[in-house]
């Protein structure tokens, strides 16, 4: 197992730094950050001292050299608009994303699994088929549109919930969130189940699919002949053999969740990571793109190792072939 | 001595979108106290849905629709869903065919086995289901019992988990074991094995065991008496001996004479011509009659009833074969 984790740690470096130099190749072909920054009336001396400041100057591997050397030391550089470190103002607004994501993911975890195993225990009742033609439309219906939707329905017209923010935040055990207040809750509700849609119907048709297969198995009639419970017979027997596809789609559909929540938090002004780099790319803030980047790719391989680890406590053979 | 189980008159039929299938119909037959009887048909005759239909885990669409099955005095078929729930794996337990697939492969053999104790009687202590459990591993013959409860499926081989579901079903020490087909996907030495342990077992337990196979010389080695069964009907059974010396029935003459012998060498063997007809669309007389040598006017229009012979065999037939 040690040696499993230590060569997926190298592994990650490598991908990280493949990554940084795409990212920071990337940005540097999509426009002139000078142009968006400097004051249209400031003088010819006036640019060229902030594009000195900015290292601007440089060639190109020059400045990916020194970004490299500082990123080593922890590091992405600072931000082109607000002065301050990009690192800093991404994790600053990081526990707004965090929370929604884990909030979105809890809804669809909660509801997807029990929806979808009664789905695939009775495929052909009426409450089935209506489950089934309800995860379509969570797959086909666009973020966006179904965000404003909800905003219009529950915010505009019956008023029950807050459209936008997020709301009032307490501490409990060190941990800063709204979802330990009735008010942030309210304001979490809409923006969670908005981004949770996609992945709650992805649950559900994993679920479903699973119970399909795995109720014929013999198994599943051995346990009923040695007189097990039906419930038994589902929760355990069952359960424990359709959560492997869905731990693994669960997990890196959480990465997902963190990078694509752009579109929902800026649907609903959440003041998460989503929004600050939809922002950045506007101003072209070069080093908050980057770090950005990184980041994300960074808990996507994070996740990654978090899966495959997850996957050897659920499933006994896989456990067996990482260790010879 | 009353038997302990007496199936009278079973009806299964199952209701497809094509039609009523009627796997099992009218089959009757009886086992004593710590009696081995065995069913053997080929594929498809109805043999595996009498004895799910004794333990009353028929999947839909199928459904007992007739008869009597008493297990001890009480009839199976009119016991509400839980009652017959307490019966499997207490009193009644099953062995499947295929070993690689019946135990759950994401469960420790240890939970596996101390949940079929423990569901049936939760007064008894962990400690205790699973000291229970052990006992019964080493029973079956499988050596270091107290390593092997904490391994997985997986880690054993065919015969080794075929021993497992063996030990699994005696866990309670049950009156009547229905074993499916249990040699029939091991290698013909581990069948030699498993065949001589269950006997032994079973006469050491006095556990009556319904031995299901397409194996008559399985049977032939093993039980005191034998049901032959074809296209949902017993149509010859009797005593061991009785039945192996003289069949009676055109069709057990065929599988008889089907079986490779010393006696027979340097002889081409007798094949039984044709297939088995659709159990959705059988003809009005009897279900033999197309594929039979000795078949008469007769036998195409009415099905032959059960008649009691001097000699304890019951056989359905208008024109049984006489020994010379």
């Known amino acids: 197992m040690t040696a499993f984790i230590l060569r997926r740690s190298l592994q990650s470096i490598l991908v990280l730094f493949i990554m940084s130099l795409i990212v920071f190749v990337g940005v540097n072909l999509i426009g002139d950050p000078v142009d968006m920054l400097i004051n249209p009336e400031s003088d010819q001396a006036e640019i060229e001292r902030v594009i000195k400041e900015l290292g601007l100057d440089r060639p190109v591997f020059e400045q990916y050299w020194y970004f490299l050397v500082n990123a080593f030391q922890g590091d992405l550089g600072k931000s082109f608009v607000f002065g301050e470190p990009a690192l800093k103002l991404i994790v600053q607004r990081m526990p707004a994303t965090f929370e929604l994501a884990l909030f979105s993911l809890s809804i669809a975890v909660v509801f997807g699994i029990p929806l979808g195993v009664y789905a695939g225990l009775k495929p052909d009742s009426r409450v089935s088929k209506t489950i089934m033609a309800g995860s379509i439309l969570g797959f086909s219906m666009p973020t966006f549109w179904v965000g404003i939707i909800l905003i219009m329905f529950f915010s505009v017209n019956l008023g029950w919930l807050p459209s936008t923010g997020r709301g009032d935040v307490a501490t409990v055990f060190g941990i800063t969130s709204s979802i330990f207040t009735l008010d942030g809750l309210s304001h979490i509700f809409l923006p969670a189940f908005n981004l949770a849609l996609f992945k709650l119907s992805s649950v559900i048709r994993l679920a479903r699919a699973g119970t399909r297969e795995i109720i014929l198995q013999d198994y599943i009639k051995f346990a009923r002949a040695k007189g097990l419970s039906e419930r038994r017979v589902i929760n355990v027997h069952l359960l424990k053999n359709i959560l492997i596809p869905i731990v693994t789609i669960i997990g890196l559909e959480f990465g997902s969740l963190i990078a694509f929540s752009t579109v929902t938090e800026t649907v609903f002004a959440w003041p998460g990571m989503g929004k600050l780099i939809i922002e950045a790319i506007y101003n072209l803030d070069r080093p908050i793109i980057v770090a950005y980047l990184m980041i994300i790719v960074l808990i996507f391989v994070t996740l990654n190792l978090i899966v495959d680890i997850t996957y050897s406590l659920l499933d006994p053979r896989v456990r067996i072939k990482g260790e010879s | 001595m009353a038997p302990i189980l007496d199936v009278r008159n079973l009806q299964t039929h199952f209701f497809t979108k094509s039609g009523v299938l009627k796997a099992v119909d009218g089959v009757s037959f009886q086992i004593g106290a710590g009696e081995i009887v065995g069913l053997v048909g080929e594929s498809g005759s109805g043999k595996s849905i009498t004895g799910f239909s004794i333990l009353g885990l028929v999947d839909a669409p199928g459904r ?211 297939i088995v007809p659709s159990l959705l669309n059988l003809p009005p007389g009897c279900a033999f009659e197309n594929r039979c040598g000795r078949a008469l006017a007769q036998c195409k229009q009415s099905a032959p009833e059960e008649t009691v012979m001097d000699d304890q065999r019951i056989l359905r037939c208008f024109n049984k074969v006489e020994q010379s």
């Open chain 2, 64 to 274: 007992i629709v007739g008869g009597e099955i008493l297990f001890k005095g009480n009839d199976l078929t009119k016991l509400p869903a839980t009652d017959i729930q307490k019966m499997r794996g207490s009193r009644i337990a099953m062995i499947f065919q295929d070993p690689m697939m019946t135990l759950n492969p994401v469960l420790r053999i240890e939970t596996q086995m101390t949940e079929a104790i423990q569901t049936h009687d939760s007064s008894v202590s962990k400690d205790e289901a699973r000291r229970r459990s052990r006992d019964a591993l080493g029973m079956v013959g499988i050596s270091s019992p107290d390593e092997r409860m904490r391994a997985y499926p997986h880690q054993f081989s065919g015969g080794m988990r075929q021993r497992v579901s063996i030990a699994i079903a005696m866990l309670n020490r049950p009156d009547l074991i229905i074993a499916d087909e249990p040699t029939t996907a091991l290698d013909v030495t581990i069948q030699g094995q498993v065949i001589h342990e269950m006997q032994q077992l079973c006469r050491k337990t006095k556990t009556a065991l319904l031995w299901i196979t397409h194996d008559l010389a399985v049977v032939a080695g093993i039980s005191s008496r034998i049901c032959v069964m074809y296209a949902g009907r017993i149509v010859e059974q009797g005593p061991n001996d009785v039945l192996i010396g003289s069949p009676m029935h055109p069709y057990t003459n065929g599988l008889l004479g089907s079986v490779p012998s010393q006696n027979l060498r340097g002889q081409p063997l007798q094949q039984i011509e044709g």
